[in-house]
């Protein structure tokens, strides 16, 4: 892929962003990362989805530095930093998409896991999307971003879990993030993730004790699309309902 062409995917995708209904004015951001060629592309902090082009999008070195030759007229998201933690950790991560939708908030600032209750959420997620740890008040006086992403993946390498299988975190008190092997797999995990979490949501109101479904079951849907023995490999399985032009 030709660095005009991940410019080209970065713009869209997050335009995808208030077409799904997952934000609202600027509230959220979505990147693409080279690694051969040590870029990340992502949104600039600030500017209307309407207004995004290939012309004004941010790319920046793996330091978070703007690239000699690059026209760079807008700063970088302020989540770059956060961004920057997930790639640096989480080889398997080529797109990162976050959002303050509705009800992946509403489960970050209660901070609350979603558990896998049925099968929606297993054809997509390995396990429970996990809420992170909170920050200490120094982490969040120092370094804030770059701590917020190291949160996640703190939580990830303690826990062991895959953030291959995973792919998603709610940040504690802020919202949700996912990644995934392009731009538009992780903006499909972004919508799946609010869908999933607006069941989740209903469920523990009325009841609030439920629990998750069997494990066999919730490994049954996840393994028969993800993995060396998939078999259901046709459907939209994490690859994204919308394709770059």
Not at 12 to 22: F, G, H, M, T
Not at 182 to 196: G, N, R, T, Y
Request: net charge negative; hydrophobic share 40%; aromatic share 8%.
């Amino acid at each position: 892929m030709t660095i005009q062409e991940l410019k080209e995917m970065v713009v869209e995708a997050n335009k995808e962003l208030p077409k799904r209904r997952v934000v609202l004015y600027s509230w959220g951001n979505v990147s693409g990362i080279d690694r051969e060629r040590e870029i990340i592309v992502i949104k600039p902090v600030g500017i209307p989805y309407e207004e995004l082009t290939v012309e004004n999008v941010s790319v920046v070195d793996f330091d978070g530095n703007k690239i000699p030759g690059e026209k760079n007229p807008l700063n970088p998201s302020v989540d770059l930093d956060i961004h920057r933690a997930l790639y640096e950790n989480f080889s398997s991560c080529n797109a990162i998409v976050h959002t303050h939708s509705t009800f992946a908030t509403v489960m970050a600032q209660l901070h609350r896991d979603v558990p896998c209750f049925g099968t929606t959420h297993a054809d997509y997620f390995a396990g429970s999307v996990p809420c992170v740890d909170a920050l200490s008040e120094e982490e969040i006086i120092h370094n804030y971003e770059w701590n917020t992403g190291m949160a996640i993946v703190k939580y990830f390498c303690e826990h062991k879990i895959d953030p291959a299988e995973v792919p998603a975190a709610l940040s504690v008190n802020h919202g949700p993030f996912t990644w995934g092997e392009d731009c538009w797999d992780a903006v499909h995990k972004a919508v799946v993730l609010e869908e999933i979490c607006k069941m989740a949501v209903h469920m523990l109101a009325i009841e609030p004790e439920w629990q998750p479904i069997p494990k066999v079951m919730s490994d049954k849907h996840y393994y028969r699309k993800h993995g060396a023995n998939a078999y259901f490999t046709n459907d939209d399985h994490g690859h994204g309902m919308v394709r770059s032009k």
